[in-house]
């Protein structure tokens, strides 16, 4: 092949040729798919309006400056309502400062990480190991409501602020792209990292491990944990949560559970019936509505009409006061409650009459 | 034949064994003593006193005892007596009204905003292994949006020789592929690395959801760009929302499986998963799924971002936060029936199942109906794809007497999945995420479900 390469190359001095053979060497070598050229070529201003990303080697961290002071005024504006005037709150977001110490930004290391400790919250400070990490995120999406809306220096003013919280920086500090690489020497929990490959590599093998016994396994067969009875409801009715027909039902778990299967499914199934009958059931006060008779009646008071509880209210007791009501709704009438006639409603039928009458007996309510 | 005066209805024999699940019917005014007398009879009639010949003729309380047969066969429903609705009356179509249980719920007091939180898929109710695409859980950063496409740009930069902005239009005209993998959230069943927090599937496993993605590989794509093979090691991967989501993917997933996904399940993606473009990385946590992808930069580090730095980090119990972790290893997880479900009665039981691995694909899995002590290999139902979820069924007649049900996953590695205690013994209580614990599932005698922790 090589012998015949070099004939051919003396064959073919023509520079054109020369040409032509050098093209499709690259060609070979980098074969062009045919989809290759769809899109186009980014323009430098995109990259930059885009490329906002700090990497822990500060690349991509734009120049610029910020004091604790400046940070304290831009902080009282636009981040104290989320974060508590001194980051410590943990009303919206779990708290940003606390739980560090002078010995910790020493050792790179955060005491109250380790177990037995039990500080209660984590804060960001506590776990944060790279001081970058928080230019990029206070730059790319806060303030929470109007993510990239500070400038560059506030940006690093608002983070010397926190930092001066966390007693990283002096109160009279100023952070800029000059003493970043400084600050991060003094990260709490710069040291606190560890890259876990095997939980990254999809070819890891996992640190926990468990063998597939089939018989007579070894179990402590202890109940390590269970829900608490407290807890039954905390998220609501379960029985809510599930399909209405399968083999399983959800639990009532708005009441305490019963106490045997019968009690169980009576309950499951009892509490599967109103579903139905509700997707079913004539919604009156939608009728009230569409029907325009609350044009006209108040739910209580009289307005053109007598109010549907005074309606209620006058034949309470009175045996035939719903197929007397029906009448009235279907064919109107006047004189009862006053000289303005009540056109009739022919439009309803008899079992929206029944229910909008049965509605006025039971007490319009 | 005896008669039950209060219902007046032929008293049969109590079975012998219990068989099947009871038929829902209009027993439910009764009091428990009715109804369970009920069904006996029920049974018994239709078992003995109908081939008998013998009529019941008194129109009883119990509905059902009617000895015709069911009212829901006898009396013929409007649906069957009637005119049903037209085409297209739902131009896009919606589940029955009567499947409105199931839906993505939040966990009361998981978090305190709901821009920056989580909702869970009803697992419980769910068939196969195709979410359906309203019910796939969602997880927001900084809230959703529905962008419009046509404005929506992706630009690649970074360590390539040419960096390059792709509308919709031109990544749609590239070769696309078409695959089925679930996507998990890294804090998935993480409020149990310490004790039982949640009471149902929906809670413990409902950030978990598996559809099938149609996108071009990230491979082409950066191939296209004329990636630095040399010198790149990462990819950052970055949405355009507000929190303009970051995380480091490594270059061997980008090279290899990596999507960048417009389609699911036929349709374009849905807003709450990332409308118009998403990354998919199979096997890997959710949050490095970016949403509204934007932008990918290619790299020579990792970028220690706000969720590869302050959150997803896992601690251990020497203080130390293992960073970048990953991979969603191999579990499995019983959905039927599961936490705080009610049985309906005695009998056969279909128990229900996933299984997945974001190292590979489901090799095998075991279940146990007493705690871990006896196991019996369930039945793979297909297709069994890599880091996809997959459904596992298995038989059991359940005796009445309290029993643990637990599922157990072994994946193409051979990796088996842990026990709880296995985890905690590593990897101790406080870790947050990849939680990939054997879920155990206690059958008491009265036929509710319960979370417990048993190893």
Known sequence: MKTMMMTANKRFSHPLLVLAMATFALGSAHAKKPWEDIGRDAKPAEIAAWDIDVRPDFKGLPAGAGSVDR?????????????????????????????????????????????????????????????????DYINRAMPWNAPKSLSTDDVYAVLAYLLNLAEVVPADYVLSDKNIADVQKRMPNRNGMTVYTPLWDVKGKGDVQNVACMKNCVTELTLGSSLPDFARDAHGDINKQNRIIGPVRGAVTTEPAPKTLNDSRAKVMGVAAPAKAEAGAIDVKALLVSNSCTACHGMKNKMVGPGFAEVAEKYKGQADAKTYLIGKIKNGGAGVWGGIPMPGQPQLSDAELAAIAGWIVDGAK | MPINQDLNIPMGNALDQPIG????????????????TARKARRSFMGKALAMGAGIAAASKAAVAAPEGEEAILKLPAHTTGLGQGVAANAYGMPSKWESNLMRRESPGLTRVPQASVSFCPLQGLFGIITPSGLHFERHHQGWWDIDPSQHRFMVNGLVKRPRVFTMDDLMRLPSVSR????????????????????????????????EFTGVLLSTVLEMCGIDKKKARYVLAEGADGSSMTRTIAMDR??????????????MLRPENGYPLRLVVPGVQGVS???????????????????????????????????????????????????????????????SGLAWSGRGSIKRVDVSVDGGRNWRTARIEGPTLSKALTRFNFDWVWDGKPAILQSRAIDSTGYVQPKINQLRAVRGTRSIYHNNAIQSWKISENGEVSNVQVY
């Open chain 2, 254 to 267: 980008a090279m290899d499986d990596v999507m960048i996904a417009w389609g699911m399940n036929g349709e």
């Open chain 2, 289 to 351: 799924w970016v949403k509204y992808l934007r932008r990918i930069e290619v790299g020579d580090q990792p970028y220690a971002t706000k969720d590869e730095a302050v959150h997803y980090i896992d601690l251990q119990p020497d203080g130390q936060h293992r960073q970048y972790t990953s991979i969603q290893e191999c579990k499995s997880v019983i959905t039927t029936p599961s936490g705080s479900q009610t049985l309906l009665d005695k009998g056969y039981y279909n128990i």
């Open chain 1, 71 to 135: 940070g304290t005024e831009v902080w009282e504006s636009k981040c104290a309502s989320c974060h508590g005037v001194f980051g410590e709150s943990n009303e919206v977001f779990t708290p940003l400062v606390g739980g560090t110490t002078a010995k910790d930004i020493e050792t790179g290391h955060v005491a109250n990480l380790l177990p037995g400790k039990n500080f209660p919250q984590r804060t960001t400070m506590m776990k944060v190991a790279t001081v970058s990490t928080l230019w």
């Open chain 2, 180 to 211: 089925i993998h679930f996507i998990e959230c890294g804090a998935n069943t993480g409020p149990e690395w310490g004790n039982v927090a949640l009471p149902s599937v929906q809670y413990t496993h409902g950030m978990l959801s598996c559809s």
């Open chain 2, 21 to 36: 699940r009871i038929i829902p019917a209009p027993e439910n005014h009764l009091s428990a003593d009715g109804l369970e």
